[in-house]
């Protein structure tokens, strides 16, 4: 993969899970760069920090999104006030969002995360072609996981950006059934598009980049095929996420504070979500919560819930 990635003038900087991926290009015929997604906003300083590295003097010319959750695009705001004269790429169905910063409709409310707001200057149109790193890359439109989110596909090499689209051996939440929408169909067509275009290597939102990508795909379709089948599961793997990703956020909560934050946050209450549990959150968020700590994922200091 290094010469692959060498080729294209590009380098990914893997970040942890509360952070997506950052994939930086850089233009061999000017002294500037671009980045593809920017992390979560509570590491947008390291997300500077990591870029003022990778960059080496360069100017950073371009943000591109994969897609709006936050914790792709949660350093936005940092990075254009770095690098003022930035042009930041969002996906077209996302970019009025954007310019409204509609926080009911970019999900920061749903999912109780922090997105600090920023500008949208261009918008990534499936079909459409841009250069990085001097190479020519094709926007596809991937719902699913997020309705609005695209891919970057170069055919010559057969690279495929993925965002949260596919991983190696995970998947990801399919946040519009949790809105009573569907999001599994949208989630196994963006599968079947990756299959169609048949990259050789893969640069998740998440994880390593990989080349084993039939074996991600037969995984990726088992386990949404397998929560198709079985919702409810999904709706608790999508709360127990959730919970986790604000403890990796917070680092500790207590355990009461905890339960109330999610028991009376907009998805807990979403009637899709309560119909699935079938019961009131007051009673399956405690179980959410200790089927994490009986899973080992978490523990309990007392009162305090704290990462294992």
């Known amino acids: 993969m290094t010469s692959v990635f060498s080729a294209l003038h590009l380098q990914v900087l893997q ?15 000017a002294h500037s760069a ?3 997604d920017t992390g979560y906003s509570s590491h947008a300083p390291q997300t500077v920090a990591l870029l003022e590295a990778a960059l080496q003097g360069r100017n950073l010319a371009r ?35 954007v310019r409204g910063w509609d926080q009911e409709r970019l999900t920061y409310r749903l999912t109780g995360q922090t997105c600090h707001p920023f500008h949208a200057d261009e918008a990534l149109v499936p079909g459409q072609a841009l250069e990085l790193g001097g ?4 926007v596809h439109g991937a719902g699913g996981h997020d309705p609005d989110a ?44 990756i299959e169609s275009l ?4 893969v ?3 998440h994880g390593e980049p990989f080349s084993e990508v039939a074996d991600a795909l037969a995984i990726s379709r088992q386990r949404l095929g397998h929560l198709q089948a079985h919702p409810a599961h999904h709706a608790r793997h999508a709360l127990r996420a959730l919970m986790v990703f604000h403890l990796l956020e917070h680092r500790r909560r207590d355990r009461q504070a905890l339960c109330a934050w999610m028991a009376e946050g907009p998805l807990a209450q979403r009637e899709a979500v309560c119909r699935l549990m079938r019961e009131e959150p007051q009673v399956f968020v405690p179980r959410i919560l200790q089927s994490l700590v009986d899973d080992g994922v978490v523990q309990l200091q007392g009162q305090e819930v704290v990462l294992a």
């Open 63 to 97: 943000i591109l999104n994969t897609h709006l959750h936050s914790d792709h695009c949660g350093g936005n705001q940092a990075l254009q006030s770095r690098w003022p004269q930035v042009r930041t790429w969002v996906p077209q169905a996302a970019f009025d969002k």
């Open 15 to 29: 970040r942890d899970w509360l952070s997506s991926n950052q994939v930086v290009f850089m233009d061999p015929q």
């Open 150 to 193: 695209v891919l970057l596909y170069q055919a010559d090499h057969r690279v495929l950006i993925s965002g949260d689209a596919l991983w190696r051996r995970k998947v990801a939440i399919t946040f519009p059934e949790l809105e009573g929408q569907d999001g599994f169909g949208p989630a196994l067509a963006a599968l079947d598009l």
């Open 203 to 205: 640069i998740p939102g």
């Open 34 to 36: 671009s980045v593809v």
């Open 135 to 138: 190479h020519t890359w094709q």
């Open 198 to 201: 048949q990259p050789a290597v």
